[in-house]
């Protein structure tokens, strides 16, 4: 087997001049399911060849857990990726969910990568049915339960993700981190163990662990959205409904967000001023993802601060000397503060 089939070895603005210059269409889809997979590295590299020659690109997570992945597919090849997921025993039927936008450089090369879980979740999985789940709700299901009375919505994504969009009256964990929100969710609804919570996530694959998890702790009444906030939105749209989830649904590719509606919830960190548009500061030391408004963006060139600017303007040869040599981290790059508009 050739190793050009198992890795990539091109840099960033090569891949992004063979994705453009392609003439073909490209499909953002997703999918996961938490299945046992006896050896994800054999598993692994004959994916990757399989995909890779189908014109794949994205971020592939493989454990023995299961799999989670987020890819783009050439239009006119999507069926031909159906057929070999399907061919896959451990994959057949898999649920593969359309993103809402597509956009052509979302994805610039295939990564397929062997984890110990494919969400870090910090669970210890021996301790619980990790598969007990909470009840599915279709998009349509779950649009009609959010008004039920004393029903209890948890959004169970990070704090940089519900700050520029989330479903109307939903508790929005301030962590960082699915590992840290886990518990957090926990306490917050002790007293709430005989309430309906509905769960929902951008695709659906954290609801399913979450779920298993509050149902071991005692929770009687756990749903989650299937397909996450990615199938709501396309349903709601096709339905012609008004849409309970507001702003921006963040998403882990080049694209940092699908707009679903039109509102904006959160605010540029540095001048105030309404924005729901997500940037890596483009110091490589610092990297902090933020909310930063366009002329704030030409203002800043893209950096969180006006010590990353200074480091920016140094030459590659300066940058990597200082990124190396760790005084980089001796700029305060993350004082910015998370600013939510309103819930």
Not at 221 to 227: A, D, E, I, M, P
Not at 276 to 283: E, M, V, Y
Not at 285 to 313: A, T, W, Y
Request: aromatic share 8%; glycine share 6%.
């Amino acid at each position: 087997m050739s190793k050009k089939h198992l890795c990539n070895r091109y840099d960033k603005e090569t891949l992004l001049k063979q994705v453009l210059s392609d003439p073909r269409e490209r499909r953002v889809l997703s999918f996961y399911r938490y299945v046992f997979i006896e050896n994800p590295k054999e598993f692994r590299d004959s994916l990757y060849e399989s995909l890779f020659d189908l014109g794949t690109l994205g971020r592939i997570y493989l454990a023995n857990e299961g799999i989670n992945a987020q890819i783009s597919i050439p239009v006119n090849e999507y069926d031909r990726l159906r057929y070999l997921i399907d061919s896959i025993p451990e994959l057949s039927g898999i649920y593969f969910n359309d993103a809402v936008e597509d956009k052509k450089e979302s994805f610039l090369k295939l990564a397929v990568k062997v984890k110990t879980k494919v969400v870090a979740d910090g669970l210890d999985d021996s301790t619980f049915n990790a598969s007990d789940v909470g009840t599915h709700l279709s998009p349509l299901e779950f649009h009609d339960a959010l008004d039920e009375p004393g029903v209890i919505i948890v959004d169970m994504r990070n704090n940089y993700e519900s700050e520029v969009g989330h479903f109307e009256n939903a508790i929005l964990p301030d962590v960082g981190t699915f590992r840290e929100e886990l518990p957090m969710v926990e306490e917050i609804l002790k007293e709430e163990k005989d309430k309906k919570i509905l769960l929902y996530c951008t695709g659906g694959i954290r609801c399913e662990k979450a779920s298993a998890y509050l149902k071991h702790k005692g929770f009687e009444k756990v749903h989650q959205l299937r397909g996450g906030i990615i199938s709501y939105a396309k349903t709601i749209e096709e339905q012609g409904l008004k849409s309970k989830f507001k702003g921006k649904n963040f998403v882990f590719d080049d694209r940092l967000g699908e707009k679903i509606t039109e509102d904006i919830l959160t605010v540029c960190y540095q001048c105030g001023n309404p924005s729901d548009r997500h940037t890596n500061c483009a110091n490589l030391g610092c990297h902090v993802l933020f909310v930063q408004c366009e002329p704030c963006r030409e203002k800043m060139q893209n950096c969180c601060s006006e010590e990353c600017k200074s480091i920016v303007q140094l030459t590659d040869e300066e940058q990597r000397s200082l990124r190396k040599s760790g005084k980089h981290h001796l700029y305060p790059t993350h004082h910015l503060t998370r600013k939510l508009v309103g819930k």
